[in-house]
């Protein structure tokens, strides 16, 4: 039997990076350094017990403390794979180089929940960020030995001629389901008169699924359901309707998925601040996961190319041009639901975590 390599996430405590933790820990002695207590710090605190350390997020005063947890593990457990997690370049980059000078022999893996650089053109670049920030996300990038992303396999190649990482060892992680959470969809007839949507997830001016909302909710025979951590400001910011609720969001994940799988489909559609922009066409939301893993049909626009692509070539659900969705009822009509149900029974069994976790193991390690 093969000796467990050791492991060393440092990042967010969200779904994403639990999941990863949860399906790796057959293969690995896993470490992790939180950045907050928020989300899924309790499921992860539950899964490795006094192999986790926390250190708060984003104060500077506080990463150089972040620098020596993670250094005095990487010697102390003699760790083989770091892998720098989430949007935190600064203590990353610094970590990732200190990491290539003292313990060249470590694996430096970077896993940015989404790609920073593209997300807005050159001439916001800086508004959102500093150009410190993009200095240490470059640093991350070019000085680790490998990028897993949430995104697809030719991802990378949109960084062209900003990073030079396109030849570095890619692993797209989007096995995001996971089978003990799947539930098969039963009802399989959708009442016309009273269709039931949800939506999970946050709320930006950037990402402006408001004004969306708005003309969603002008059909009368549809109700939406909002499930958000942003609740507070979605009631200050969004119109009065009786077709609307709002429920409050539920932190266990397998009753979750069990709560939102009582409706007709799962909702990702919203307005890019600038509709060109790569992050509007690569973003690819844990949103749609849970819909999957809840056996609901989506419902997206069609600038979210990614995933819109995803959901056409597995016949997930419906896509809808931007801007028209308020036309969304003539757009349920034409297709079949019972089809649809079938189709994400069948299909989601590709993004199963379960399946695939051997192919990040074996990325990791080789």
Sequence with gaps: MNKKKNLLICGNPNPVSRIMIENLMDTHNIFFIAYSKKSQFLKIKDLLRDHVFVNKRSYIHNIMLWIFICLIICKKQKIDTFIAYTDNPIPNGLCILLLKWFFPQINRVFFPYDIISYAVPKEFKYQHKNKIFYFFDRICYEHADKIITKGSDNELKYLE??????????????????????????????????????????ITKKDDSLAAFNNILKNKNITLHIYSHSLEEIKTNIQSYENLVFHSYVSDHKKFIKEISTYDFGLSYSYSFKEEFLQSKMASGVRIYDYLSAGLPIIIDDKHELMANIIKENNFGIIIPIRDEEHIFSYIKKHDYRKLISSVEKNRKKFFVESNINKLVKFLDQ
Excluded: Q
């Design 161 to 202: 001629g900003i990073y030079h990482v396109y030849n570095k060892p890619h692993f797209p992680f989007n096995f995001l389901i996971e089978k003990k959470h799947s539930i098969s969809k039963k009802n399989v007839k959708l009442d016309m008169n009273n269709i039931n949507i949800v939506f999970v997830g946050g």
